[in-house]
């Protein structure tokens, strides 16, 4: 059974689904708090949500031991969203690079399709995936505007 729970961060409100496997859907809800029925936090969704808002805050967070739930979707997707997870923060890689990590070379504009219906933004992060000859697209509110934020977060920065 999925389960929903909902919070507010520096980028506005994040509506955020799990299940007995794993983590399933995040969506961003701007400025007005999704209309979900809230369920009790596991301890490790309680983590996630913290781990989230710290990031989005400004403290970047490692999110690739979360676990995640796939079912449901084309095992294409599956490979490429696993593929993505694989990559470090401040890591960018074209979609045609992410098609080959994820055993497919040429199907790049497939990728992109995966790429705009990512169920996990941020913890998938797919904006770290730009085109070959320039940032790509993001489908997030926002825009390339949230993605080169989102991007921002995760490179160091000198304490100077």
Known sequence: MTEWTAFQTELGWIALAWDEIGLRYLRFTGPEPPE???SPLPGWVQQVVDALAWH?????????TFPVNLDGFTP????V?????TTQPGETLTYGQLARMA???GASRAVGQV??????PILIPC???VGASGPGGFSLFGSL????????????????
């Open 81 to 85: 969203l696993e593929a993505l997870r």
């Open 36 to 38: 979900v029925k809230l």
């Open 56 to 64: 989005l805050a400004g403290s970047p967070q490692d999110f690739h």
């Open 145 to 160: 505007e949230t993605k080169e934020r989102l991007m921002a977060l995760e490179v160091p920065r000198p304490i100077w």
């Open 76 to 79: 294409f997707t599956q490979r």
């Open 127 to 129: 904006h770290r995936v």
């Open 103 to 105: 055993g497919s070379p």
């Open 115 to 120: 790429m705009a219906k990512n169920p996990l």
